[in-house]
């Protein structure tokens, strides 16, 4: 007689599959009986500089503390954010990764019967904690591939309690205007919580997107959410961050476990965020990287979404079938990310390399394609 632990689980948790995350480097070098070193990972939107030179340091002097907890209150790093950003202490949530802030905003507002309201196409993160605390999640039809942001607005009830944003959006790569933004905000209720979720911000190079946190201020009922993960190259360390209100941010750390950023990271992310140059290079080699990609696409024939982020989707044509691709792309080495569980079947997301792992990239697929 073995116990049946399904159904014991709370109803939110039975019905989940768990993310699904970028098939792992070393376990594809495994499969084919290949060097590591001749995989090239295009799958999970990660900085393909290798880390900061600037956080060696800061890494090594913590190996001395290792015996010690990590400082709870994440002084330094989150005054050094303060600094930069304009915001004071009490405004900041330090996450083991970003997902550790959609993960609290969730917990603090969303029970059963609640829901929040999310667009089609959009990051799989926020229906997976929302279920998981009970919640339901309202999906608003795309507009264009972006967030239909009057919809949204629209879509919100007497059960709503967070609405989720994504800018720019993965994995679309299109993104919401300052003025979008803008009229959003002023319908949103204010018993309902924005969570703006700018997990590629320092990518975009557009004058009209807005910065989440020039609207702090006039909405104590907003958060936006911001990694280590992307630009700042420290995707394995998980260090993220929420800005609000004192208020949300108060709620929030109610239920952050006490360590949950170790003193490895919180280090490394402090010299990160001081090295200006290569934040300006993951900039440069990604504006680089996108032009060599979405040159290849035009030359190829195949339909893309103009992407702002560190990665762009594109269409396969009518006769290829996306398992069927990516298996042949995972023959070459080659890890990318098919999106059908986003509502985009027929549809490959890629991120950008190095100027030789596009190359790499694009040669396979002209072969595939072939
Ligand atoms: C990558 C990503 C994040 C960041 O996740 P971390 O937990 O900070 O690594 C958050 N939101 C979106 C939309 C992302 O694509």
Redesign the pocket.
Known sequence: MSVNFLELAVSGVQGLHPYQPGKPTDELARELGINEADIVKLA??ENPLGPSPAIEDAIKAQLAELTRYPDGAGFELKAELCERLGVEMNQITL????????DFIVRVFVEKGDNVVVAQH??S?YGLVTRAAGGDVIEVPAKNWGHDLPAMAAAINDKTRIVFL?NP???TGTYNTREELEAFLKLVPENVVVLL?E??FEYVNKDDYPSGIDYLNQYPNLVV??????AYGL?SL???YGISSPELADLMNRIRPPFNVDSFALAAAKAALCDDSYLARSVEVNNQGMAQLTGAFDELGLEFIPSV?NFVSFKLPEAFEDKAVNQALLQQGVIIRPVANYDMPGYIRVSVGTQAENQTFIDALKKVLA
């Open positions: 999970s939107n996450g083991n990764g970003s997902s550790d802030i959609l959009a990051f993160i994504t959006n993965n994995p979720d997990a590629y959410s911001r990694t280590f993960s992307k995707a998980r260090v993220g982020g």
